[in-house]
């Protein structure tokens, strides 16, 4: 095992992320950590990087004990400046300007000899820089294993103990040879094992819950039919099976026949206590003469949280007699959920409110006393895939394309009415069938129908209609933070057009979005 010791940067998790992908068991544990507390010896330690100076009055720094172990040490930027300071306290500066953005390394040659950290590796390579302070001088007992044209110390190691710093982030995909670097280390240096696997996580994270759910608790979780609370469910359901309740709330906005596949998915495929509460009543009067998309999203969060936990009452009420209370509250919370909310920049600002996470659970957790529990956090969407997969969820709803909490919602512009909701639900069916008919679905990372009440002119049957236009979108994109229209070939779009206009009533237009985000979003409110 790799022990990663966080000061807090926002890269930290990423490096557990690439140790996991080189098949590498590691934890990441907070700075703070105490080498006596610690049960187990760790093969090598790596100081993440962090948004403090060394010099800050509580400026984190780890136990000198983890010092003295024996094991090797690799430190990323703010590890580096600890690595330093620990040896001689003078040797960091507050950078005159702070470094952020791709630079090329250069590894420096030894007898010939690259250093073992650099081997295998280009003799210049890209790597991402992000800090403000940097080293003035090296530390006793080191030598320089890297630079770049403004750090003359972007690598350092010491010369008999297996210590380094490294002042650049290996672990972000801006450093492309990154991942090498820390195989380099935790393989070729530390001699760790490749043997960690996703099923290896799947059977540490159910013993886990077990251990912190106890005996007798309950857990409640929101299910929407996405992968992320389907597989947080899955998990559940194999770590406390029957005492894992999942609820399921219909908004009235949810794709087509949704509720049914929901349903059979979680009690048919995956054997889990299911409630669905049905609020299509609820939701849809609601919403009506609503036309703006934040008052849209804040309605249907707040009357979510009320539906939900109405039913949560009835299923405390209704527990079996040896059952203890319902005390814990799951969220399927994703990694990169967890980056946005902890970013120390400060919150990014709202572009839409779902991006600030934790908003809905609040309410949940403190009116009621439950406890957060979530399984993925440390999770990215592949990776949440795959567990689904091991948990034998099958690949249709792994793969299943995200779909907003807010749902057909905010993909009908301005107000939505029963009528709206049911021709954005047909035209959305009939495209994502054809897509997934022309076996393109899993090329696509988000595809769905939108509706546009402005109508348009048409001609039928050779009578003039007055009707809505579907708008179609379909993007491709790894982080959602980005995306490109998905390049459909035309014939297809044809194909979908006449379909849609032949079989939605009210549809005369359909229209393709080509725009990428930025500027566009992904959904079109
Ligand atoms: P945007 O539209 O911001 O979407 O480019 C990025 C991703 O977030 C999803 N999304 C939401 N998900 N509640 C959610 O649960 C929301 O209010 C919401 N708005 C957007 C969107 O579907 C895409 O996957």
Redesign the pocket.
């Given at each position: 095992t790799i022990l990663t010791l966080d000061f807090g940067s926002q890269y930290s998790h990423l490096i557990t992320r690439r140790l996991r992908e080189l098949q590498i068991y590691s934890e990441m544990l907070p700075c703070t950590q105490k080498l006596a507390d610690l049960s187990w010896k760790p093969k090598g330690i790596i100081f993440s990087g962090g948004p403090y100076s060394v010099y800050d009055k509580d400026a984190p720094h780890v136990d000198p004990a983890f010092f003295e172990l024996g094991v090797p040490i690799l430190g990323i930027c703010y590890g580096l400046q600890e690595i330093a300071w620990h040896e001689s306290k003078t040797n960091v500066i507050a950078g005159s300007e702070r470094e952020y953005g791709h630079a090329g390394v250069k590894a420096q040659r030894c007898g010939g000899q690259v250093d073992r950290l650099f081997d295998g590796l280009e003799d210049e390579m890209t790597v991402w820089m992000s800090h403000g302070d940097r080293l003035s001088q090296l530390p006793e007992s080191f030598r320089v294993i890297a630079t770049t044209s403004n750090s003359p110390y972007a690598g350092i190691a010491h010369e008999t103990k297996n210590m380094y710093g490294i002042q650049f982030h290996p672990e972000v995909t801006h450093t492309p040879r990154g991942t090498k670097l820390l195989e380099n280390f935790s393989v070729g240096i530390c001699k760790a094992k490749r043997e960690w696997s996703m099923e290896d996580f799947m059977v540490q994270e159910i013993a886990r819950i077990r251990s912190l759910v106890g005996e007798k608790d309950q857990v409640l979780g929101a299910v929407s039919g996405g992968v992320d609370s389907t597989v947080a469910a899955a998990l559940m359901k194999e770590a406390i099976g029957d005492r894992f309740h999942a609820v399921l709330v219909d908004n009235g906005v949810m794709r087509l026949n949704e509720c049914a596949i929901v349903k059979e998915t979680l009690e048919g495929h995956l054997g889990i206590n299911l409630t669905v509460a049905n609020g299509t009543e609820q939701f849809l009067s609601g919403l009506k003469g609503v036309t703006e998309p934040e008052a849209k999203?804040k309605f249907i969060g707040g009357k979510f949280i009320d539906m939900f936990e109405a039913e949560a009452e009835k299923i405390e009420v209704g527990a079996a007699k040896d059952a203890g209370k319902v005390k814990w509250f799951l969220q399927g919370t994703l990694y990169p959920d967890v980056i946005e909310s902890i970013s120390f920049k400060g919150p990014s600002a709202t572009?839409?409110?779902?991006?600030n996470v934790g908003g809905l659970p609040k309410r949940m957790t403190e009116g009621q006393g439950l406890k957060l529990i979530e399984p993925l956090r440390e999770l990215f969407k592949d990776e949440v895939r795959d567990l689904g997969r091991k948990l034998g969820i099958n690949h249709e709803l792994v793969m299943r394309h995200?779909?907003?909490?807010?749902g057909i919602a905010?993909r009908i512009l301005g107000e939505v009415t029963p009528e709206r909701v049911e021709i954005a639900r047909k035209a959305d069916h009939i495209f994502i069938s054809m897509i997934r008919e022309a076996g393109l679905y899993d090329q696509i990372s988000?595809a769905f129908a939108a509706l546009d009440p402005s109508k348009a002119v048409g001609v039928m049957g050779d009578k003039r209609v007055y009707q809505y236009i579907i708008i179609l979108r379909a993007v491709q994109t790894t982080d959602?933070m980005t995306?490109k229209a998905f390049p459909f070939p035309f014939d297809f779009l044809d194909q979908v057009s006449t379909r849609i206009v032949n079989e939605v009533d009210g549809v005369c237009r359909v229209v393709y979005d080509c725009t990428s985000?930025p500027p566009g979003?992904?959904?079109l409110e």
């Amino acid at each position: 095992t790799i022990l990663t010791l966080d000061f807090g940067s926002q890269y930290s998790h990423l490096i557990t992320r690439r140790l996991r992908e080189l098949q590498i068991y590691s934890e990441m544990l907070p700075c703070t950590q105490k080498l006596a507390d610690l049960s187990w010896k760790p093969k090598g330690i790596i100081f993440s990087g962090g948004p403090y100076s060394v010099y800050d009055k509580d400026a984190p720094h780890v136990d000198p004990a983890f010092f003295e172990l024996g094991v090797p040490i690799l430190g990323i930027c703010y590890g580096l400046q600890e690595i330093a300071w620990h040896e001689s306290k003078t040797n960091v500066i507050a950078g005159s300007e702070r470094e952020y953005g791709h630079a090329g390394v250069k590894a420096q040659r030894c007898g010939g000899q690259v250093d073992r950290l650099f081997d295998g590796l280009e003799d210049e390579m890209t790597v991402w820089m992000s800090h403000g302070d940097r080293l003035s001088q090296l530390p006793e007992s080191f030598r320089v294993i890297a630079t770049t044209s403004n750090s003359p110390y972007a690598g350092i190691a010491h010369e008999t103990k297996n210590m380094y710093g490294i002042q650049f982030h290996p672990e972000v995909t801006h450093t492309p040879r990154g991942t090498k670097l820390l195989e380099n280390f935790s393989v070729g240096i530390c001699k760790a094992k490749r043997e960690w696997s996703m099923e290896d996580f799947m059977v540490q994270e159910i013993a886990r819950i077990r251990s912190l759910v106890g005996e007798k608790d309950q857990v409640l979780g929101a299910v929407s039919g996405g992968v992320d609370s389907t597989v947080a469910a899955a998990l559940m359901k194999e770590a406390i099976g029957d005492r894992f309740h999942a609820v399921l709330v219909d908004n009235g906005v949810m794709r087509l026949n949704e509720c049914a596949i929901v349903k059979e998915t979680l009690e048919g495929h995956l054997g889990i206590n299911l409630t669905v509460a049905n609020g299509t009543e609820q939701f849809l009067s609601g919403l009506k003469g609503v036309t703006e998309p934040e008052a849209k999203r804040k309605f249907i969060g707040g009357k979510f949280i009320d539906m939900f936990e109405a039913e949560a009452e009835k299923i405390e009420v209704g527990a079996a007699k040896d059952a203890g209370k319902v005390k814990w509250f799951l969220q399927g919370t994703l990694y990169p959920d967890v980056i946005e909310s902890i970013s120390f920049k400060g919150p990014s600002a709202t572009i839409k409110t779902h991006h600030n996470v934790g908003g809905l659970p609040k309410r949940m957790t403190e009116g009621q006393g439950l406890k957060l529990i979530e399984p993925l956090r440390e999770l990215f969407k592949d990776e949440v895939r795959d567990l689904g997969r091991k948990l034998g969820i099958n690949h249709e709803l792994v793969m299943r394309h995200p779909f907003p909490g807010p749902g057909i919602a905010i993909r009908i512009l301005g107000e939505v009415t029963p009528e709206r909701v049911e021709i954005a639900r047909k035209a959305d069916h009939i495209f994502i069938s054809m897509i997934r008919e022309a076996g393109l679905y899993d090329q696509i990372s988000q595809a769905f129908a939108a509706l546009d009440p402005s109508k348009a002119v048409g001609v039928m049957g050779d009578k003039r209609v007055y009707q809505y236009i579907i708008i179609l979108r379909a993007v491709q994109t790894t982080d959602f933070m980005t995306a490109k229209a998905f390049p459909f070939p035309f014939d297809f779009l044809d194909q979908v057009s006449t379909r849609i206009v032949n079989e939605v009533d009210g549809v005369c237009r359909v229209v393709y979005d080509c725009t990428s985000k930025p500027p566009g979003t992904i959904e079109l409110e």
